[in-house]
Structure formats: structure tokens, C-alpha cells
């Protein structure tokens, strides 16, 4: 077992005892502009992210114990209400584009959730060897880009903390 991943351990295992409040996150890794970091929620759910970020936005992979990776896309310029959606494209280095159908816009934040399928490995993929990240509005303009210098250091620590928090809890075959 990896030293991260043995952390991600440890610090899942304080967590699933009630130390936990609202939100509460720890820092397991960083390398250039990324943090990895494992957030756990009062409700004793647990998640961990990648995040890249630069002043007033950032750009973050969210993984949690069901095995869900969701995308954020988040700046203080932007001002969504609730229940609004979105189609928008992401681009990475010249590779070809991805569609983000259905993004889901909140608050300061664009919200999409990654199929379960290769093709979400295969995003995945794309920003661990990726070098800048493009997102893009349905009429393909420029919205916002994302240094991905340090990303694939960072994705490996993601994945090590995603496979702690999604292991089952032993004697409960129900969990």
C-alpha cells in the first residue's frame, strides 16, 4: 500500500468516527498548482478531490464513496441560480473536444458528472497527460483555461484516495 494511500486510510478512518462537521478537508498531496485533498461531510459521507487553482477559480475532480467523479468548473464571475443546465465543451491541448451535455450551473459553479464507462477513464486520461485545459460554451468560445502542470502526480494521488473511500466496511456485506 502507498504512503498516500495509507493516509487516505487513516484519515478516512477518523473521519467514519464522527470527527467530521460540515465540511472538513485535509491535504494528502501537492505538486505545482495542485492539491489533492480528502473532504468529509457531517453526514459521514467522504470525498476526495483534485483541484488546480488560481485566483478566484479553480478547476476540481470529485470523486466519492459511490464510485461518482464529478467535474467542477468554478469562478467568482460567475452568478448561476438553481436548475439551470448548460451544454458546453472542454479540450484538452489540441486533442479533440469533449461535450459536457446537460452541465449542470450553480452558484458559482459548473457541475458535470463523468460517465461510468471508458470514455470518463479516458477523460481522466487526457488531463493526467494533458498540458491546458479549455472550457468552452456550445458555440465553442473561450470560457475559462486551466494549467494542467503537475496533473498527472495529482490523478494518481485522486485515484489512490478514491480506492480507499470506495472499499466496502468489513462485516457489514450490505454496505
Known amino acids: 500500500m502507498s504512503f498516500r494511500m495509507g493516509l487516505a486510510a487513516a484519515l478516512v478512518a477518523a473521519w467514519v468516527a464522527g470527527q467530521a462537521t460540515a465540511q472538513e478537508s485535509e491535504v494528502l498531496f501537492s505538486h505545482k498548482h495542485w492539491q489533492v485533498s480528502i473532504v468529509g461531510w457531517d453526514d459521514g459521507t467522504v470525498g476526495c478531490v483534485a483541484e488546480v487553482k488560481a485566483p478566484g477559480e479553480s478547476f476540481s475532480i470529485w470523486t466519492f464513496q459511490d464510485g461518482a ?33 446537460g452541465a449542470e450551473l450553480y452558484k458559482n459553479s459548473v457541475l458535470f458528472y463523468l460517465p461510468d464507462s471508458k470514455a ?10 494533458g498540458n491546458r485545459l479549455y472550457l468552452r460554451d456550445d458555440d465553442g468560445s473561450d470560457v475559462q483555461n486551466y494549467s494542467l502542470a503537475g496533473s498527472s502526480a495529482s490523478i494518481s494521488a485522486l485515484v489512490d484516495c478514491g480506492e480507499v473511500i470506495t472499499k466496502k466496511t468489513p462485516g457489514n456485506p450490505f454496505n
Not at 469562478?75 to 459536457?100: K, M, N, Y
Request: hydrophobic fraction near 40%.
Open 69 to 101: 467523479v464529478q467535474l467542477q468548473f468554478y469562478s467568482t464571475a460567475w452568478e448561476f441560480g438553481e436548475g439551470q443546465t448548460a451544454d458546453l465543451g472542454v479540450q484538452i491541448d489540441r486533442r479533440a473536444p469533449w461535450s459536457l451535455t
Open 120 to 129: 470518463g477513464v479516458n477523460f481522466i486520461t487526457e488531463v493526467a497527460r
